[in-house]
């Protein structure tokens, strides 16, 4: 059996066809007929199928720590929010949802929150990620339209990419635009972003700015391209307002004070705004970089003003893009899942919007006031103004900023409820009330990408345990406390409510339309090809390219300009917190691990949180490559390993946004981001908290690999989890135990187990080696030393594989390294093929001197291409060297 659905991950939104064997395996494969992805798939996407276990999966609701019926889990969470809004109003509970939603279960959390409870507090994690390009579309174009679609990123001939590691984040769009740029030779890529990152690798120009003055660049281009007449004039002055103003904001600004501002050279300036100028196909491409800020809508607008004024929109092959992070943030944006939107892009402070939802749902009540938004609503939280939480489907306890506060008031709360496929993540362990959902593969609706394309998402595994559809939960409560409307006969009634709502009095009037969908019959919503809205009478096919006509959704119909004056950051550093964090993603890893942790593989490329320094700004503060950094701010503190590298920005910290306490003691990075967020768009600002770094030295370091799952320490920093045939264990303390080999037998589970030890100690220098052997297997070892000077995990990890250990291996454990060449592959680069760093410079050194070449030796980077850049970074790296051993 095949099921075509869509990978859960990224914006990208790329199509899977799922095979399941009858055996009941499942395995994926990229949808070639998709048109996000044409058959291709990321390692995430590629690692779906080793995700869908029921490992750590919640299975039956629970009350209170303990298993309880359906009933009875569904009349506590009816009663409780009845009773709450009875005692205290409808603004004393509040839903925080997710872009891991499908659009039809957040379509009816949203219409029981704002049309029957009657509180518009209701908000998403999507806030975290796209809210701020969500105002700056507004206030540009009237409405939350992304103007473009991928083919334009294909067709460009300059891509901007500015706070993006698309490399990373976007891996397969990321692909595309690089292959379309072999193909095009005036092709030109630009990143603007302070860290050289992985989507450096095959760039023309880098522009490492400082951190936050992404306004001032985009002003200084606004005044080039005013200066040098690259002028639109009938567009501007036909299709657009506002344009005197928002010059007469950067009059004066020349490169050389763009430049000095940005902490730029004024020639990378120069260049950057000449192709700019010149290039008359431009997308400029936006992220985390942009919206993470508390000047995030005006950097949106900075950069949307420099397409107004050129023309540059609404034809193929230019625009502004923002690329959304979460699956389904898209699709939240269409039914209102934000606390200051209503369903179908309508406005909530719009009377004629509410009346027009409030005759539509037939609802008692309308919000009439924006609710909280997400930082907002857990501070009400706290204050006790929020008496009663819904959280769905998210992990706020990791992923907010100022989290340890969020865990406070999480703790502190009357009744929180948590619907999630998961049993243990940080935040359901501060659940009253858990309820079991169904997870991707089980769960059944649509899903809109980074480029408005609505795409099915089908089961194809059944439902485990007592699992539930989120829309079905959500239906279920929403009777219960006696709301009507709630009587949905399936997922596809659900879909065909939301469809009819975006035509009904809309007659043009609004963006979103997906009308001419509203009449599907259920077995049209199974078939269902990805489809790009407005989808109307007139577009039945779907709209790939919007304002071709020159005509917005403003009462004038004119995009607006908006005068940008650069801000400084809410928190600037001090003589104390001297350093920037920024945070973000890695390649393998999505948001908090719950799923994409689960597999070796995907954890074998990046095994611990680390902390990225400039080699300068390492040296000031005491911290060394691969040993660990105590991270502090003025919210919280964590541990993370340290990385030196002069790919980093002078005076900036970059630290990954995934591990939490399920994965790493002290790794929860969000304990110290500042919890300021943009005034207009309520977007936290997760790029720029003062923190500083200094040495964390425990008084000794050990690493464990076992076939047995280790047990996690109570405290101090740790790391766990799976790798390769074994778990693995990094673990640091300041006591020492009495016997550290009954230690070692105690880690790996091995009490009373006889076994043969391979022991080796030096209690002089703090070093103890361990191995135990079973049948002349490997079944755990133990390494032990005061510092992280460490063997290599690699390696070990492989001897594993064997199923009887060589005198060689037994002689490589007791010294501690590989005998032999090749024994160490290193830490893996490909993880589709498990290749390592020391096996691709193996391969440079001996003459392989291109991507292509490595992949026809090793394979690396020829099936999800993902590794890519990291290749092309060791071949630079690499092949100097081999020159210089060929001279
Ligand atoms: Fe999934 Fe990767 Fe495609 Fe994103 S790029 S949708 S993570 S396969």
């Known amino acids: 059996m095949s099921v075509k659905t869509t990978c859960p991950y990224c914006g990208v939104g790329c199509g ?39 490992d750590g999966r919640l299975l039956e609701p629970m009350v209170n720590g303990a298993p309880a019926t359906w009933d009875d889990a569904l009349d506590i969470v009816a009663d409780g929010f009845a009773k709450v809004i009875r005692e205290h109003g409808p603004d004393a509970v509040a839903f925080y949802v997710s872009g891991q939603l499908l659009t039809e279960d957040y379509y009816v959390v949203n219409k029981l929150s704002k049309g029957f ?37 294909e067709q460009a001939d300059l891509l901007v990419f500015v706070g993006s590691n698309a490399a990373w984040c976007h891996p397969i769009l990321h692909q595309r635009m690089l292959a379309a740029k072999e193909k095009n030779p005036n092709c030109k890529i630009v990143v603007i972003d302070p860290r050289r990152t992985a989507t450096c690798e095959g760039a023309d120009l880098h522009l490492s700015l400082r951190a936050g003055s992404d306004t001032v660049l985009f002003n200084g281009l606004l005044a080039y391209l005013a200066g040098n007449n690259v002028i639109d004039r009938e567009f501007v002055g036909s299709s657009t307002t506002g344009v ?35 290039t008359e196909r431009v997308v400029t491409l936006y992220s985390q970089g942009v919206n993470q800020s508390t000047s995030g ?16 929109i609404g034809r193929p092959g230019m625009g502004p893009f923002s690329l959304t992070g979460q699956p389904n943030a898209m699709g939240g944006r269409e ?45 009400a939280v706290a204050a006790g103004k929020v008496k009663a939480i819904w959280i769905m489907s998210t992990n706020p306890v990791v992923s907010l900023p100022d989290a340890d506060r969020v865990r406070a008031a999480l703790e502190a709360c009357e009744l929180v409820v948590v619907s999630d496929c998961m049993r243990s993540t940080d935040t359901t362990r501060h ?124 009462p004038d119909r004119k995009a607006r300009f908006i005068p940008i004056v650069p801000r400084p950051a809410r928190n600037p550093t001090s003589r104390e917190y001297r350093l920037v964090l920024n945070t973000g993603r890695v390649r393998d ?44 701010s003025a919210w919280g503190k964590m541990v993370a390993r340290v990385v030196v590298t002069a790919e980093q920005k002078r005076g900036c910290v970059f630290v990954p946004m995934h591990w939490n306490e399920e994965f790493a003691g002290e790794g929860r990075v969000n304990a110290l981001v500042n919890p300021a967020v943009d005034p207009l768009s309520g977007q936290p600002e997760s790029k720029h908290t003062p923190i500083k770094a200094d040495p964390y030295k425990p008084k000794w370091q050990a690493f464990i690999l076992s076939r047995n799952e280790i ?47 391979i022991a080796y100690r030096d209690p002089t220098a703090g070093r103890f080696r361990y191995a135990a052997v079973r049948d002349g297997r490997l079944e755990g070892c133990v390494f032990i030393a005061p510092n992280h000077t460490l063997p290599s995990r690699a390696w070990l990890i492989g001897l594993f594989a064997e199923q009887e250990l060589s005198a060689n291996a037994r002689m490589s454990l007791l010294a501690g390294k590989p005998f032999g060449d090749g024994e160490d592959k290193g830490a893996i680069v490909c993880s589709c093929f498990s290749i390592g760093r020391n096996q691709i410079t193996a391969e440079i050194k001996k003459g392989s001197d291109s991507v292509e070449a490595i992949g026809r030796c090793l394979k690396a980077g020829t099936n999800c291409g993902g590794c890519k850049p990291e290749l092309n970074k060791l071949i630079a790296a690499t092949a100097p060297m081999r020159q210089a051993i060929a001279s």
Not at 17 to 40: L, M, Q
Not at 340 to 355: I, S, V, Y
Not at 610 to 625: C, I, N, S
Not at 721 to 744: F, I, Q, Y
């Open 711 to 757: 047990k996690r320490p109570d405290s101090g920093y740790w790391v766990h989890g799976k790798a390769g045939d074994c778990w693995r264990l990094e673990v640091t303390g300041n006591e020492r135990p009495e016997s550290w080999r009954d230690w070692a037998r105690a880690q790996l589970g091995l009490d009373g187990v006889e076994i043969e030890w």
């Open 244 to 278: 005197a103003d928002a010059l007469a904001e950067v009059a004066g600004q020349t490169v050389a004070r763009t430049a000095a501002i940005c902490g730029l050279t004024e020639g990378t300036v120069s260049l950057f705004f000449d192709w700019f100028a010149k």
């Open 16 to 54: 899977v066809v799922a095979r399941k064997g009858a055996d009941g395996t499942v395995s994926v494969e990229g949808d070639k007929e998709h048109p996000a992805n044409f058959g291709r798939l990321c390692s995430k996407g590629s690692a779906l199928a080793e995700t869908i276990d029921l």
């Open 431 to 554: 659940a009253h009330v858990l309820l079991p959902a169904l997870a991707w593969g089980e769960k059944d609706g649509t899903v809109t990408n980074s480029e408005r394309r609505i795409s099915r998402q089908r089961s194809f595994l059944p439902a485990p345990g007592e699992a539930r559809a989120d829309w079905r939960i959500i239906c279920d409560v929403a009777s219960r406390m006696g709301y009507a409307g709630f009587d949905y006969a399936g997922v596809a009634d659900v879909f065909r409510e939301h469809a009819d709502l975006s035509g009904f009095e809309n007659a043009g009037k609004r963006d979103f339309d997906i009308s001419a969908m509203a009449g599907l019959d259920d077995s049209a919503y199974e078939a269902m090809a990805p489809v790009q809205w407005p989808v109307t009478a007139a577009q039945p096919l779907g709209t790939a390219r919007m304002f071709q006509t020159n005509e917005f959704f403003t």
């Open 117 to 153: 409870v009657g509180t518009a507090n209701i908000d998403t994690n999507s806030r975290l990620c796209m809210a701020s390009s969500v105002v700056g579309h507004k206030r540009a174009f009237g409405s939350d339209t992304v103007p473009g679609c991928y083919e334009d990123l």
């Open 335 to 379: 039914v209102g899942g934000l606390a200051n939107q209503l369903a179908a892009h309508m406005e909530l402070e719009k009377a004629e919007h509410r009346d027009i939802v409030q005759r539509f749902w037939r609802a008692p009540v309308m919000a009439d006031k924006g609710g909280l938004k997400a930082v907002d609503m857990f501070d």
């Open 589 to 632: 890893q999505w948001h908090t691990m719950t799923r994409t942790g689960k597999t070796a593989r995907l954890l074998s490329h990046i095994f611990e949180p680390y902390a990225e320094f400039h080699p300068e700004d390492a040296r000031l503060a005491g911290v060394k490559q691969d040993g660990l950094a105590l991270l502090t």
């Open 297 to 312: 809508v005006d950097k949106v607008n900075s950069i949307i003003n420099c397409h107004l004024l050129t023309g540059r």
